[in-house]
């Protein structure tokens, strides 16, 4: 017990150092940029009429406040991580004054949920299909399978959005074109909505799915046709264990370990948004916000979107470093 | 009279190798012939450096690779005729392997234990939990070790040989009339090579197992055989009883062989080796 509590510790203290470096990052570059968003807001609050030089300076003082940019670097370096240690971004500068955390809070669920269920599609159906694929090399079907995956993964991810779009939204427009759900509904939990919730994510997901399907795909088939040939695999049959269990518990049992690492930094990622994805459908989540902000110069929502993409990849790394000694023995713990 | 235990006769595994134009053929295993008598059970060794068709041969007589050409019968039943399951099954209880690399043979992420009473489960009458446990330590004494040390552990927390001899105990379970083990000390360490060696001359004396023992180690070769084959390039080249071949090789591959084994230790090499066997007086003295 006492060597496991040692590798939590030093994961734990891991994820906090790999969070505390990026977050550094993203103050330094954002601070050194020629961009001041308090100059950004005098300047829009100045294009609706003449101020007294006074009340400018003024509004520069409470506004300098508002970002964090008050005082020597420093100062401003120690206020930045007192408010984000309670996840204040302060106020976005291109929709002022809603704050960034408020911004971030409501694309975030858009996000995560197309992406998760993308994700998680992909995954499952790319790790079977490529582990049978592997096992069963002379299956036509599995062959077929396999040919469409090698042939949909080198096309350019925005190519196959079009495409699908082009196909549903225009040539057959059975499913809408952008958005996430139909403009003149109200959000809320009823069925009505989410069926628009789910006809409007459908191309979206269904177009990650494409895409990532293909790369799952080939890489469990390449792991599983190496593992087929181990002789721990021979092994086993000639201990007679038939070939249901030989393909579940030795060959995907043991082929999956890598594809879940996979799939927690996939799944690390999602923070990040898809941005050519919700680009493409118009999605309100937080790759079009990304996009808009730094269209915007909004130096606050970039700070923000980035220290929580920060927080999701090195959460997703801490979680399969904690997950790995229970899925491979061979771990060394402590 | 009942059928020998096992007859290959004539047993060929030809590869056809490149494209359409340039097929080229090759012979794994060309022509190979021996018969394993059922009472009399013995240490047959196929000796042969790599590429001789030695694991092929071995291969084909587990029935995981098919003969182009020739029979190889167990029991009067031709290996090729088995198809179904049950077969199958019955046929790998009474032949069982043991591989070369005991960390290869087992699956890493299994714990070692396991194979021991999935093997039982499969092989045997046992159904409880307990008499597999008990066939599972039988197995495991048998070879020197005991369930308790075993159990619960993962390939990577035993040592090559208490691995190796875990396979060994493993292939016991089913009380089968032949083993055959390829190359099963090449992996281990020369310290517990020689325990290995002794496992399976006990094996064949108290248990009445004959053992096909591949190798390309000359000295455990003459030390365990009872008869031997020497192969290169899928061919027999030699053949016949065990000391006679060592001492007298008439092949020339088989004369370069024992020519180019240097004893390990030249004041105690007539425990090991034939004294025409080791190495010329210049070779000794170099070593002097």
């Given amino acids: 017990m006492q060597s ?32 001041d968003p308090v100059e950004h807001s005098i300047m829009a609050a100045a294009m609706f009429g003449s101020t007294s030089p006074e009340a400018i300076n003024m509004l520069r003082e409470a506004l300098a406040d508002l970002y964090g ?34 911004l971030i809070g409501r694309a975030i669920p858009w996000t995560v949920g197309l992406l998760l269920t993308a994700v998680i599609i992909s995954w499952v159906v790319g790790n079977i299909l490529g582990g049978l ?4 090399r002379e299956n036509r079907l599995l062959k077929a399978a396999g040919v469409v995956a090698m042939g949909l993964h080198p096309i350019p991810y925005y190519i196959i959005a079009f495409v699908l779009l082009i196909i549903f939204g225009y040539l057959w427009p059975v499913l809408p074109l952008g958005g996430g759900y139909q403009r003149n509904m109200t959000p809320g939990w009823n069925l009505p ?19 990532g399907f293909g790369a799952w795909f080939m890489g469990m088939r390449a792991l599983v046709s190496n593992i087929v040939t181990e002789d721990y695999v021979v092994y086993a049959e000639l201990a007679g264990v038939d070939r249901n269990r030989i393909l579940g518990s030795y060959v995907m049992r ?41 269209h915007a110069g909004d130096y606050s929502l970039v700070i923000g979107i980035t220290t929580i993409s920060i927080i999701g990849v090195a959460g997703a790394v801490l979680v399969i470093d904690l997950l790995y000694p229970l899925l491979d023995p061979r771990v060394k713990i402590g | 009279m009942s059928p020998p235990l096992l007859e290959v006769s004539n047993a060929s595994k030809i590869y056809a190798m490149g494209g359409l134009l340039s097929r080229r053929r090759f012979a794994a295993v060309a022509d190979v012939s021996f018969t394993l008598e059922e009472d009399r059970h013995e240490i047959f060794t196929i000796i042969g450096e790599s590429g001789s068709g030695k694991t092929t041969l071995a291969r084909m007589i587990l029935n995981i690779v098919p003969a182009t050409e020739g029979t190889i019968r167990f029991r009067g039943v031709d290996l090729a005729t088995i198809r179904k399951r049950a077969d199958r099954l019955a046929f790998m209880r ?3 392997p043991i591989f070369q690399n005991p960390f290869e043979a ?4 299994k714990r070692v234990d396991r194979y021991l009473y999935m093997t039982a489960l499969h092989f045997t009458d046992a159904r409880t939990a307990d008499e597999v446990r008990a066939k599972a330590d039988r197995a495991l004494r048998q070879v020197g070790l005991s369930l308790a040390e075993v159990k619960g552990r993962f390939p990577h927390e035993l040592s090559g040989g208490q691995l190796q001899r875990v396979a060994v105990a493993r292939s016991l379970i089913s009380s089968p009339a032949l083993i055959i083990a390829d190359e099963p000390v090449s992996m281990v360490d020369a310290s517990i090579r020689m325990s290995i060696v002794n496992l399976f001359k006990a094996l064949r004396d108290t248990l009445k197992v004959s053992i096909i023992y591949i190798t390309h180690d000359l000295a455990t070769a003459y030390y365990i055989s009872d008869r031997i084959i020497i192969m290169k390039k899928g061919e027999v080249v030699e053949s016949g009883n065990a000391r006679e071949v060592l001492a007298h090789p008439t092949h020339p591959y088989s004369i370069l062989l024992k020519n180019s084994v240097l004893s390990p230790d030249p004041s105690r090499r007539d425990e090991l080796l034939a004294p025409q066997f080791s190495s010329t007086e210049k070779d000794i003295a170099a070593l002097r």
């Avoid at chain 1, 694929?133 to 069963?136: E, I």
């Fill in chain 1, 69 to 102: 940019l008050k005082g020597s670097l420093w100062d401003q370096y120690w206020t930045f991580w007192k408010r984000i240690a309670v996840a204040d971004f302060g106020p976005s500068v291109s929709s002022f004054p809603t704050p960034v955390s408020t």
């Fill in chain 2, 94 to 96: 009474q032949v069982q």
């Fill in chain 1, 193 to 211: 909505f989410i069926g628009s919730v789910i006809t409007h994510g459908f191309l979206p997901a269904l177009s990650l799915v494409l895409v």
């Fill in chain 1, 133 to 136: 694929a592997g096992y069963y």
């Fill in chain 1, 4 to 35: 496991i509590n040692v590798y939590i510790v030093k994961r734990l203290g891991q994820f906090f150092l790999v969070v505390f470096i990026g977050i550094n990052i993203v103050f330094f570059v954002t601070h050194a940029t020629p961009i």
């Fill in chain 1, 254 to 294: 043991n082929a999956l370990v890598p594809q879940i690492t996979g799939l927690g930094m996939s799944l690390g990622a999602i923070f990040n948004g898809a941005i050519i994805t919700e680009q493409v459908f118009g999605y309100p989540g937080v790759g079009t916000l990304l996009v808009s902000a730094v």
């Fill in chain 2, 106 to 109: 087992f699956n890493p992420l």
